[in-house]
């Protein structure tokens, strides 16, 4: 699972603001479409930010059930990987947040690698992982700059 997809969009907030939004996976199926449920199963008990979640998705082509593990590094990043799914075989993904000079934007880079159980041709996993990403990024920004 070498291949990764990669996209980046300007969110134009704080970087502590825009990893508010993205930790907040409670409030996932109010703003990204796909998810339709969020499941904390535990959190860090430092931070409070959830580091086992169930998600249930449906994307059109894509319905499943994973159980992701997340990781953070403080607002610079964070990283999830498949711990089970239904359909895929492995997952890994990661936001990584990089604020502008004055800190008043953030520029976040989205990367995701998917393997699903049903196999797809190359083209076609690239594909599905540029629409999740474009539409992950796009739901984040809105959500994001909508609670300034």
């Known amino acids: ?5 990669r996209a980046s969009i300007e969110i134009g907030a704080p970087a502590d603001a825009v990893m508010a939004v993205i930790a907040d996976l409670r ?5 990204t479409g ?7 199963l535990e959190t860090d008990p430092a931070t409070g930010r959830a580091v086992r979640v169930v998600l249930t998705i449906d994307g059109g082509a894509l319905r499943d059930r994973q159980e992701l593990a997340y990781t953070y590094d403080e607002d610079r990043a964070v990283r999830w990987s498949l711990v089970k799914g239904d359909m895929l075989r492995a997952l890994e993904g990661g936001y990584t947040l990089t604020p ?6 953030t520029t976040v880079e989205y990367t995701l690698a998917v393997d699903t159980k049903i196999p797809l041709l190359g083209l076609m996993k690239s594909k599905m992982e540029k629409v999740i990403i474009d539409r992950a990024l796009a739901g984040l920004k809105k959500r994001v700059e909508s609670l300034r």
Not at 1 to 5: L, Y
Not at 100 to 105: E, H, P, Q, R, W
């Open 1 to 5: 699972m070498a291949d990764r997809t």
């Open 27 to 31: 409030a996932y199926p109010e703003w």
């Open 34 to 40: 796909e998810v339709k449920q969020a499941e904390i």
């Open 100 to 105: 502008s000079s004055d800190g008043a934007a």
